[in-house]
T-cell receptor, first 117, second 115 residues
Framework: AQTVTQSQPEMSVQEAETVTLSCTYD???????LFWYKQPPSRQMILVIR??????QNATENRFSVNFQKAAKSFSLKISDSQLGDAAMYFC??????????????FGKGITLSVRP | KAGVTQTPRYLIKTRGQQVTLSCSPI?????VSWYQQTPGQGLQFLFE???????NKGNFPGRFSGRQFSNSRSEMNVSTLELGDSALYLC??????????????FGQGTRLTVV
């Protein structure tokens, strides 16, 4: 079974600085998708960034980028120029491209990010 | 385009009662998944429905059940509520789960408190 591990429960960053959130996963699959979701106090999960395992190039979305190390099964999220609105809980998630029994997101425990003004 | 709508937003029930939660996916989305979120266990997958059929099920007792209607709206039911069922229940919809390159859109959840 696939597992996702986020070992840091909390992190803090100064506004305008850069922060990196760590995530490791375990799978025997070679083809899969990885995601970072943001959950602000409003509770709605919002997709931040997505990475396809077959793509070597790291995904970027504006101030958000990932460092995807497939061999090490590591998927970290870098937030540049941190803003107060980035304060939220961040979840790393894994999904295979299959339907049926594998059609689900497996989440890490999440990390609470606070941004200091 | 309307997002994923979950009702009700908050619910308080007594142990032993049953509860039904509702999820209306984004128009055109046929896949609906349910997740339970608690501080201790994090986000755990309950089940997924596609075209009115349960396609995948998580490791939850039979007290947790669901269904999907022809308009893709989904309901989940929890019978004989226990204190441990207190959680945020999240629903997510997506276009299609084959070769997933589409994101799952989440609702704001239903906060269930069992007393």
């Amino acid at each position: 079974a696939q597992t996702v591990t986020q070992s840091q429960p909390e992190m803090s960053v100064q506004e305008a600085e850069t922060v990196t959130l760590s995530c490791t996963y375990d799978t025997s699959e070679s083809d899969y998708y990885l995601f970072w979701y943001k959950q602000p106090p409003s509770r709605q999960m919002i997709l931040v960034i997505r990475q396809e395992a077959y793509k070597q190039q790291n995904a970027t979305e504006n101030r958000f980028s990932v460092n995807f190390q497939k061999a090490a099964k590591s998927f970290s999220l870098k937030i540049s120029d941190s803003q107060l609105g980035d304060a939220a809980m961040y979840f790393c998630a894994y999904r295979t491209p299959d339907t049926g029994a594998n059609s689900k997101l497996t989440f890490g425990k999440g990390i609470t990010l606070s941004v200091r003004p | 385009k309307a997002g994923v709508t979950q009702t009700p937003r908050y619910l308080i029930k007594t142990r032993g009662q049953q509860v039904t939660l509702s999820c209306s996916p984004i128009s055109g989305h046929r896949s609906v998944s349910w997740y339970q979120q608690t501080p201790g266990q994090g986000l755990q997958f309950l089940f997924e429905y596609f075209s009115e059929t349960q396609r995948n099920k998580g490791n939850f007792p039979g007290r947790f059940s669901g269904r999907q209607f022809s308009n893709s709206r989904s309901e989940m039911n929890v019978s004989t509520l226990e204190l441990g069922d207190s959680a945020l229940y999240l629903c997510a919809s997506s276009l299609e789960a084959i070769r997933v390159n589409t994101e799952a859109f989440f609702g704001q959840g239903t906060r269930l408190t069992v007393v």
